[in-house]
Structure formats: C-alpha cells, structure tokens
T-cell receptor
Framework: GENVEQHPSTLSVQEGDSAVIKCTYS??????FPWYKQELGKRPQLIID?????GEKKDQRIAVTLNKTAKHFSLHITETQPEDSAVYFC???????????FGKGTLLTVNP | EAGVTQFPSHSVIEKGQTVTLRCDPI?????LYWYRRVMGKEIKFLLH????????ESGMPNNRFLAERTGGTYSTLKVQPAELEDSGVYFC?????????????FGSGTRLTVV
C-alpha cells in the first residue's frame, strides 16, 4: 500500500550472472510481497511471493528476501538465462487482502 | 482451465471517442480487478469487484471511467470521452473468493492509445 519504490529500472547482465532487484515500501501494515514477471506481449505472472513472517524464500534459481525493519525486499535470480529476460514487478499488499501496490518495474535483459 | 481473457488486445481511438474494454475472468472467480499501467510507471489499482458488486473503486481516475460486472461474470470498463492521458495498458485480474491478492491471475492486457 501507499508507495513502492523499485530499483533499478533497467538491468543488463551476462548469461550465468546473478541479478538483484530491490524494492522498498512505506506501509507498516504490509504483510504480503509478490513478484511478477511479464514477458513481452504476455500477461504478468506470479513467480514468487513472501509473507511477513518469513525472511527468505527460495524456488530453484529464484529467491526473495524480506527485511521488515528496513521495509525492503529483494528478488535474486542466480545463473540467469536468456529466457529470464522480462519486466519484473514487485508489489505489496499494504495490509489489504485484495489489493496490491506495484513498483514501476525493472526491465531485465540477459545477454547470451 | 482457461485463463483471464481480455479484448481487444489493442485499441487506437481519437480523443473524445468512447472505448469499451472487456474482461472474462477465470470461471468461478468471484474477485475481479482492473489495473492500469501508464507508460513507464507502476501498475495502478483501479477497482475491485466481488461478483457483481463494486467493493473498492478508489483507484478510478475520474467519472469518465465506468466499470460494470453485470451477472458477476465478465466485466467491462468504458472510457467516455477518452483523453490523451488515458493511454496505457489496462489489465484485468481475477482470483478465487478465498484467495484475494494471494491468487491473482492476470490477463494479457488491453493496450489503449488515445490520439
């Protein structure tokens, strides 16, 4: 809720390198933090999410970390592949159980 | 199962004209949401339906926008008259009643260009 800042706006990496995208939020009531991936011309798809009672969550090459004290959370992609190229959006719930507040998105380009 | 379907995928209209966007949610999903992304900015919440009832329309920009969900199935979003600043990608999402924002499935969006 309120405001979500996402950085960087663009990120270019070499295949095999890691990529990190960071978001900060302002609403203390936020308790749910999803990440969406949108490939060109396709719909945003949920790739990983984390709830406020957990500090880290991993799913294969993707991980999300949450620091509630500092109000920031990050997406980590390891061993990047060209098919990881997309726009990634972070979001937070702001304590709502139906609405999401999104960041501006990060265009990730993985160069072969 | 079929996903969330939106059409048209693209629409180019002149300022002052009317456009109607349609969203077909996943069958059985009570929650239906409209969001909009203006070029380079965040995806912003417009409104939320539970079945046919508007639960929250706090994100609707102004009274030129009208959303309906008659019968609690598909939804339409009408912009009348359209202005240049209405250009952007309009996304629809749906989720089961008990999932809320934990279970969004997005459509591919309608890219609206007002010239």
């Amino acid at each position: 809720g309120e405001n979500v800042e996402q950085h960087p706006s663009t990120l270019s990496v070499q295949e095999g390198d890691s990529a990190v995208i960071k978001c900060t939020y302002s609403d203390s009531a936020s308790n749910y933090f999803p990440w969406y991936k949108q490939e060109l011309g396709k719909r945003p798809q949920l790739i990983i999410d984390i709830r406020s009672n957990v500090g880290e969550k991993k799913d294969q090459r993707i991980a999300v970390t949450l620091n509630k004290t500092a109000k920031h959370f990050s997406l980590h992609i390891t061993e990047t592949q060209p098919e990881d190229s997309a726009v990634y959006f972070c979001a937070d719930s702001g304590g709502s159980n139906y609405k999401l507040t999104f960041g501006k998105g990060t265009l990730l380009t993985v160069n072969p | 199962e079929a996903g969330v379907t939106q059409f048209p995928s693209h629409s180019v209209i002149e300022k002052g004209q009317t456009v109607t966007l349609r969203c077909d949610p996943i069958s059985g999903h009570d929650n239906l949401y409209w969001y909009r992304r203006v070029m380079g900015k965040e995806i912003k919440f417009l409104l939320h339906f539970v079945k046919e009832s508007k639960q929250d329309e706090s994100g609707m920009p102004n009274n030129r926008f009208l959303a309906e969900r008659t019968g609690g199935t598909y939804s339409t979003l009408k912009v009348q008259p359209a202005e240049l600043e209405d250009s952007g990608v309009y996304f629809c999402a749906s989720s089961p009643r008990d999932r809320g924002n934990y279970g969004y499935t997005f459509g591919s969006g309608t890219r609206l260009t007002v010239v």
